[in-house]
């Protein structure tokens, strides 16, 4: 069952909804990497020993997560790198994969 990508708030909840709304080897594509997969195992990695300060009793009633990329405006601050399959993604999908050109800026 396809998710709405306006209801994720964390970045698990983001990876499910593009895995629910991208055909399987559309998102085994972006999700996955060449031969033994050692660039995923490494970034993933690296991301998990960063750590963040947690924050409690802050008032997150003016939080805006949104950012400006290439003069456009986002309503996250999650985007995908320039990738060869960037293409396949579906073009209803909510947000446009980068045009090509856009590799050049």
């Known amino acids: 069952m396809a998710r709405e990508p306006d209801a994720a708030t964390t970045i698990h909840e983001i990876i499910d909804t593009a895995a629910a709304n991208l055909d399987r080897d559309t998102w085994d594509y972006i999700a996955g990497g060449a031969e033994s997969e050692t660039t995923v195992w490494r970034n993933r990695f690296a991301i998990d ?41 579906p073009r209803t999908a909510p947000w446009r994969p980068p045009a090509p050109e856009s590799a050049l800026a």
């Not at 997150?60 to 320039?82: F, K, N, W």
């Open 49 to 89: 020993s960063l750590a963040l300060r947690p924050r409690v009793l802050r008032d997150v009633a003016s939080i805006d997560p949104s950012t400006t990329l290439l003069g456009q405006r986002l309503p996250d601050s999650v985007v995908l790198a320039p990738l060869g399959g960037a293409g396949r993604s």
